[in-house]
């Protein structure tokens, strides 16, 4: 029950990002019983070479063989959209527009979409894939 009140929340409610610092409260270089406190995570069931995937509602995070987070990831269009700081930006956005919204962002096309840095370092990442009209992931860490 409270599981799928979380999940309601975190769908109902934009989810927070600070942008080159955390998503949803999760940092790089977490440990998982820290990301365990703040999401109920469940395997992702994806084989990756030197990294397990785990998974809360939209969110998925990748935690090197140390048990530390290298990647959160997040299914934009599966949640309330983000805030960052004063600004929301909404589930269904494209990635013209995605990249307009933040400040600091760059747009540039790749071999299948368009992809979105945003800030300094290891900032923010959002892309969309070609045929599809709306960003459909975004990513905190070096993917």
């Known amino acids: 029950m409270l599981t799928a ?3 309601l929340s975190m769908n109902a409610a934009p989810i927070p990002v600070e942008v080159g610092q955390s998503i949803a409260g999760v940092r790089i270089g977490m440990t998982r019983a820290e990301v365990s406190k703040l999401h ?3 395997p992702e069931g994806i084989e990756r070479s030197g990294r397990t995937g785990y998974v809360s509602g939209p969110l998925l995070f ?3 063989p140390q048990d530390e987070v290298v990647l959160v990831s997040l299914e934009l269009q ?3 959209g983000l ?3 004063k ?3 909404p589930a269904k956005i494209s990635a013209a527009d995605f990249a307009k919204k933040l400040p600091n962002c760059t747009l540039s096309e790749g071999s ?3 992809a979105i840095h945003c800030g300094e370092g290891a900032g923010l990442d959002a892309y969309d894939s070609y045929g599809g009209k709306f960003v459909s992931w975004v990513h905190l860490g070096p993917g």
Do not use: D, I, S, Y
């Open 5 to 7: 009140l979380l999940m």
């Open 40 to 42: 109920k995570l469940k």
């Open 62 to 64: 990748l935690f090197n």
């Open 78 to 80: 599966k949640t309330g």
């Open 83 to 85: 805030r960052v700081g």
């Open 87 to 89: 600004l929301v930006v």
């Open 112 to 114: 299948g979409g368009h």
